[in-house]
């Protein structure tokens, strides 16, 4: 059988594929970006045949590199909640994890089930957009027609893998903050208690399975139309945030992740499920291990929002390049940073609103006057958005003992300086960028099965790490 791993990293704003050795040799890498929409009444969604056409073009480029191809490997977007039809076709748009659509439904099911049932099983409290039963509530409600035509709502893999395989599967480290999965017990079993409260029929839920187990052979049309071999295996997959922590070694209880992409996610790696009303828990891609989950959903993005709205006489590049870390370089070089920093207005960091809220937060600038610049605005984001993964890290550290160093990605962590007012404004925590990412997580999935085949879990967590 062919040998080599095709990861696939279906993204918020873009798809990536490699193609890597079973040793995680990197032979080929091509991505596509792609728009998402964000409307009215804080909406946020996708058409999955976006996934799909990118996807498409860039098995086209990475041809010849596909022969070799025996195993497929998944990271997602998650949730990516997607309403679909018996043969996996979307019937409507993939919610995404910033989507403010479903407040009034988190707010209901939190009271019908009570919250601290929800805390003591399911480890996680529902949200919009980031909890799928919130946003499969919302569905309901409001597009009978949509509810009507789905056999099956799933995340972002169950809809890929149901297409690539004809299997309707997901896994742990996507539906453990769903809010209908037994995430305490963690055995691969829906919560039917919240299920009945929320009158959703369990034959609405995909099959559970671990991210790096064998969802089936891919579809002949679909090996004909991707250009791959038609004994590809095609594995379950998981979360993306969780894979590009897996792929920098966050394996030992107490390591530290945080990634600077678009949103802001920091994990902390834990033994046992942390059930809080501040911060999602998430299972790992390795049995027996989890991670916290803070989410920051403008890190990124609030840059983004900054450049467009106040640098408009600035290309992208200049912003990035030059104009952050000048301003970043004059704050450090300035006589008294501290008494600097005391001048500066307060930022409030939520320009996509947040996870852990029922209501729909807003952002703002506080102690605004005619002396403030445009430098002390994008010093007070920064320093807002720290200041808040910062609050995270201490309330986790008086649970669980942290280690000192943060292993950091994303694009945000490669800005020059950026890493420097990170330690200042979190906690004096040493910042560290690994070359980490989701797609080599997900290749790291696919040499776990190459390894290890479709066994249950049982090797030590070392046995499934790069040497």
């Known amino acids: 059988m062919s040998r080599d791993i095709l990861a696939v990293d279906v993204g918020t704003t873009a798809l990536k594929l ?15 970006r792609y728009e ?30 596909l022969a070799s191809v025996g195993v497929l490997a998944l990271s997602v977007t998650t949730p990516g909640l997607t309403p679909m039809a018996e043969d996996g076709s979307a019937v409507g748009p993939a919610i995404l994890f910033f989507d403010g659509r479903s407040h009034k439904q988190a707010r209901a099911i939190r009271q019908s089930v009570g919250e601290e049932k929800f805390l003591r099983e399911t480890c996680n409290l529902p949200v919009s957009g980031g909890s799928s039963l919130c946003s499969i509530l919302w569905i309901r409600e409001n597009q009978p027609d949509v509810w009507a035509a789905t056999a099956k709502f799933g995340h972002t893999n169950t809809h890929m893998v149901r297409r690539l395989t004809g299997r309707w599967v997901i896994d742990p480290s996507t539906t453990s903050i769903t809010g209908m999965y037994n995430t305490a017990r963690d055995d691969l079993t829906w919560n039917t208690d919240v299920l009945d409260a929320a009158r959703i029929p369990e034959s609405l839920l995909p099959e559970l399975m671990e991210s790096y187990e064998p969802a089936g052979r891919i579809c002949p049309d679909m090996a004909r139309w991707l250009g791959l071999p038609r004994d590809t295996v095609v594995l379950c997959g998981g979360n993306d945030a ?61 840059l983004e929002w900054f450049h467009a709205n106040l640098c408009r006489d600035m290309s992208e590049a ?48 506080s102690g605004v006057s005619l002396e403030t610049t445009r430098d002390d605005l994008l010093l007070s984001l920064i320093r807002g958005n720290a200041q808040y993964v910062g609050g995270h890290l201490k309330e986790v550290a008086g649970v669980v003992p942290l280690g000192r160093k943060v292993a950091t990605s994303g694009g945000g962590a490669t800005i020059r300086g950026f890493l420097d007012v990170k330690k200042r404004w979190t906690g004096d925590y040493d910042y560290e960028y690994h070359d980490q990412c989701s797609l080599n997580g997900a290749a790291m999935l696919g040499q776990m099965y190459l390894n290890a085949g479709s066994k249950p879990p049982g090797p030590p967590v070392e046995a499934f790490l790069l040497r």
């Not at 964000?38 to 056409?53: Q, T």
């Not at 390591?255 to 299972?283: H, L, M, Q, W, Y």
């Not at 450090?332 to 939520?350: K, M, N, Q």
Request: proline share 6%.
């Open 36 to 65: 998402v929409n964000v409307y009215g009444g804080g909406r946020a969604d996708i058409e999955p045949a976006k996934w799909w056409n990118a996807l498409a073009e860039c098995c086209r480029e990475a041809e010849p590199h």
């Open 242 to 302: 969780v894979l590009s922590a897996f792929s920098g070694g966050i394996t030992e209880p107490g390591d530290i992740n945080d990634v600077c992409g678009t949103c802001e996610i920091t994990s902390v790696c834990v033994e046992k499920p942390i059930a809080s009303r501040n911060f999602n828990i998430r299972r790992h891609a390795l049995p027996g291990l989890w991670l916290t989950f803070f989410i920051l959903n403008t890190g990124g993005k609030a």
């Open 18 to 32: 490699g193609v890597f050795s079973p040793a995680l040799e990197q032979r080929c890498e091509v991505s596509r």
């Open 318 to 365: 200049h912003f990035y390049d030059e104009y952050i870390p000048g301003v970043l370089r004059r704050f450090f070089d300035s006589h008294d940073p501290g008494a600097l920093e005391t001048e500066l207005p307060e930022y409030v960091p939520f320009l996509g609103g947040s996870r852990y809220s029922l209501e729909r937060l807003k952002a703002s600038f």
